[in-house]
């Protein structure tokens, strides 16, 4: 039985959240950006964009492309009450759900025609139920897998809407689609997408379809050992499952610095934090990480990623802290503030319930810490995340 | 990149604290020896001279007891810099005489102790590693000497040293490591809170005092120090002089005739009691028969012109020797030379080889330095890095903050903070913007780093390295840590080895003619002055690419001379006079004094500005044009000698004047007012004089200069092709290519596409045309294509792609460079350039098979997209068709303009280049040249047009240009009232005025329903 892969996405979801509230700003150029100094737009409507206003960019320059432009700060409380209302109503469909980021899932209906219909029919509802519970609206693919189903949702052009592709037409369905609608295309050309789809363009492989076409052996030539994987992906195919929680390999946590920050001091204390929300969700799903990735994006938009190994699966502060403070210092050396950072712990692995008969003592200090991170995180969950914080006298 | 305070700050501040002498002691240097006793004299301080050695982990403080302690100082520290196994405590205990060394190093101080006590000390600074110092000494029972290690003058500069520290080490403020910085407390402390410091070892203070009063600091460098050729003593230098010169005269004019052999006599007999017999030679000796260009005043000289140092004949176009030296002449004049730009490496090798020093014998020759200080645009930079500001955002708000710089009218180092903090609010600068500017303006004029000057060498008689430290360059030359201020006042003598690039241009398309059409020229023996094809081309200023005369400015000012030049006058004006006043005319201060030379040279009755000065300045129309005129006015209104006017002319263009100017205008005053001469006139008098400083040229400089563009011009009149090959090819002219592209096409020439058998690395003529060099391809390694077409030279043309790869081995990279130009499509047998590139990431990856994909070829709009890409500019069509709509064909061609005098029309163009000027109050304005499909033309943005339209203008880029057509001289230009930036990509032009007097009587809004928008970023009209 073919699956049946939904990508369902609140486009711009902090704008979306925000129209909801204020009709006022519907059908008018808006974006996101932090009230700091030196600010950049992390969200704009399809209005601001058709004004040749785009993520990523400055605000002045922003304001001066598009005078109109109405800028909103980030919804910081209402996005994440905004994003689980959304699962909320799309759980009601499937137990199998995977979060892309915020207002993007991915869903598993395969097995649920009975119950509910056709997928396609379902996905209409999602948005249906969303648009009316929440106010929201949302755009929906469905395909075969979660590639597809993503380049589905992302061809829709105006939401509420969606996009099917029955099982079998993947390929028609992505012949004329640009090779730059891949949404993990840097994975093969190592970040510098621009110059990569520029030599493909020289080459005239500009869509799907024609990279589709191309022998294997005439793309390896350009693209390398990775032709295999790219002609998978423009032929549709894509095996990864969509992760349930508890089986993810990952897990991630960002933080977005606003304004964004040189000082070594204030960053290690942001990153300290973020690690402290990891942790705390490595406890709390009683799993162990292996190893930590963290990806440094700085004011320009360079981004910098580097993965270090832990000495033994750990899910404390103590044990991961040191790893990544070398990996900071590691990756962080140009010039340029940082806007935002995450951290990833990988090779994720359950937490055995079998203790050992021998068991190596810890010494007495991470033993103090993991006493003192275990404290704090029964006082945050019983009084809230910002009810303790460190401090230095 | 340490110290904070400047040398005026610090005397000053030494001066207020009731200081008697002062040390200056930098780091591994006499950086600022000169100036230092300069400044400190004028504090009514005793300067000492000294430095501080620092060497991996050994330290010392060396000052200069006496002469020999100075020239032991200068070797130390000339070894500390040049001598890859140099070892501090050896260097220091070979050249000790005269050297007092204090230290904290107590390793070193044992040492040197050991091997004698005189003259060493042990320094004692607060702080914790004191009391082990004083111990030390006391131990040794050497004496101890109180120092603080002084870096700022107050306390509160430390977070400036800090940043100094940052910006030196390229890191951020949390980076900089503890041990590069100095305690915090290295400020200029009053002595009696020194004294607190060293209330138990008080002696400490009482030696710094005695080693103050026992130091030299009656410095004196006013002693010329003249080199010396070949080991010949001045008689026999002299005679050898004597016998080149009248070998060389003699060549020169075929002959001997009165005039000219007074005149050799008199300048040997200048030369020969001014010592300056040795100089000669040893120019004449690194000129050899190289194709040169005299600059400066030495080409005032016949003997000059008689051994080929200079080109110009100083008897027939009456240039005065006197200019160049005199009797009464204190301080030594410069030859300067030009050089072709890319020879300029071998003769400075050779100078170096010469004169460097071979096995024990010490090295002679260094080149001069260029202390490279930090401006406010570099400032700007550096701070902004240390904040971690992103280099966009940099480029960004500095380009705003200088132009904001300029509108303000202020100097180039404003008081800082509330210009500052006015500006971050008007342009609405965030954090941490207001404190990068504060910081900016608190470090410009910083000491960055030591540099090169651009030709300046000194040679001197025994060893270069006991007059002034010397460094290694990064390009491995020895270079002194004196600029060319510091080297003249020091008693040095400069000769200058400049690269040229026009003399390169002359020299290549020389060579082209030789094998294009077989004729074969001298550089030396030519003489284009009496060709009248080329003096019509200068009269019409028909003159880009022409050496010195391609400037917009110069051109206009050549048609405005000649176009409406009475005939009668026209008959008799020497076309070659009248370009050496040009070149000199054309300099930024004397634009008002243009337009009433060409009045007077039309023949205009004129008053002179004071019957004293008619004679002075009777040969150009009583106008100051040269800088000799500012010594002759100056002896002919204030009574100055000849010797004092030479002194005023040459203090103009130092940079550290302002003292002396000062002693100079009021003599000037006093001394005019005493013969009678109104105030208000010699008030004008000096205004005339100060807008020579800076930039200005000798007579005899710009004849030299003047007759290199004769050479051009011919060359442009009579081998355009080859010329503008030139041109091109050796680049940095006042153009960017694409304008001289486009001039070439104006004049009948067609550029050819490079190819793989056909191009050479530079443009080359292809008969009447020319063919695109490789050096166009933005990407491609010059060292590969030499292989290349070594490779073609030697085993004929490439037949194939196939046949390319296999014979030169290329880079993916390049082959697609190669490919998208079209280098191969001559050869490509039928197949298109993406198939091409399918072969090259075939062969690239060792695998050829004839089932590769064969996609069509490129639309045109790709390959224009490639050529822009990789060329710069498209090359098969004119960059402004790209832009064609109904409102660009309805404009004015440039070619029209004369027509349309007096009336408001619209233009299309492209900008070509930009001068900034400003208007008598000091509003900047522009004059901007653009070039459409039939010509170039200039335009003036006056003070209002400037300031609302200045942020839309980028050189390449087109625009519709509105505004009324003004005449002077018989010359047009447009007046601008209004700007349009056109783009291709909508095939309209995209708003950017809001004139409600638009001329082509579209109103804003009109426009905006045009599909009007905003530009991108940078580009937008400045906010009301």
Redesign the interface.
Known sequence: MPRQIVCFQVPSLHIAVARASAPALCRRPVAVAPP???AVLFEVSAEALA??VCAGM?L??AR????GLKIIAPQSEAVPAAHAAVLESLRYFSPIWEPIRPGHFYLDLTGTARLFGRAVDTAARMEKDVLERHHLSGVAGVATNKLVSHIAADAVVKPPDLCGVDPGAEKTFLAPQPVAALPSLHRLCGGKTPDFLE?LG???LTTLGKVAA??P??L???VGPRSRLMQQWAAGFDPTPVWPAERRPSLEVSYTLA??E????ALLAALYGLLERLCRQLRARERLSAGVRLDVV???GVEFSGRAPLAAPSHWECDLYPVVEKLYFRLFHR???VRRVVLAAEKLAEQSRQFSLFPEQPPEENLKQQRLAAALDAVRARFGKNAVSWGSV | MRGVASLEDLCRAAAAQGAKQLALTDTNGLYGAVRFVETARQHGLEPILGAELVHGAHRAVCLAKDAEGYANLCRILSERHCEKNFAAIDAIARHRRGVIVISDDLAAVKTWSEASREDIYVELTPGPRMHEAVKFARALKLPPVATNKVHFVKAEDYALHRLLRAIDLNATLSRVPESECCAPDAWLMPLARLERYYAHVSEALANASAIAAGCRSDWDFKETIFPAFRALSDAEAFALLKEKTYAGARRRYGGLPDDVLERIESELAIIRDKSFSHYFLIVDEIVGARMTCGRGSAAASIVSYALGITDVDPVRHRLQFERFLTRTRNDPPDIDVDFPWDERDDVLAWVFDTYGGKGAAPAKIAMVGNQNTLALRGALREVAKVYGIAPGEIDQNASVILKRLNFLRMAESPEGESWAESLCELKEFAAPWPEILDRAFRVVGHFRNLGLHCGGIVVVPDEIRKYVPVEISAKKIPVLQWEKDQVEDGGLVKIDLLGNRSLAVVRDALKAIRENAGIEIDYHTWNPVDDEKTRDFIRRGDTIGCFYIESPATRLLLKKLWTTMPAHLKEKADVFEYLVAVSSLVRPASITFVNEFVRRSHGVPYDPLHPLLEQALAETHGIMVYQEDVANVAVALADFTPSEGEHLRKILNKKHKQLQLKDYRERFFRRAMEKEVAPAIVERIWKMIMSFAGYSFCKPHSASYARLSFKCAYLKAHHPAEFMAAVISNEGGFYPTFAYVSEARRMGIEFLPPDVNASAWAYTPAGKNIRVGFMQIKGLERAWIDKVLAERNAAGPFRSLNDFHARTRPGLAALRLLIKAGCFDSIAGGLTRPALLWRAHALAAGKEGDDLPAPRDFSEQQKLKHEIELFGFPLRRRALELYRSPRVDACVPARDLARHAGRSIAMAGILVSEKMTQTKKGDLMEFVTFEDLTGIYETTFFPGAYRKYYQLLEGGRPFLLHGRVEEEFGTFTLNIAGVERLDMRRGAAILEVDSPERPDGFTAAQTRSLGGRLPAAGQNPPRA
């Open positions: 700091t100094a030196r004004e040749g400055p002045d320059l001066l492309r598009c005078p030599m020289e080459l005239d191309t022998p052996g005439h390896e030539l350009v304004p964004d040189l000082d070594d001091a700085q004011s320009d010039r340029v503030r």
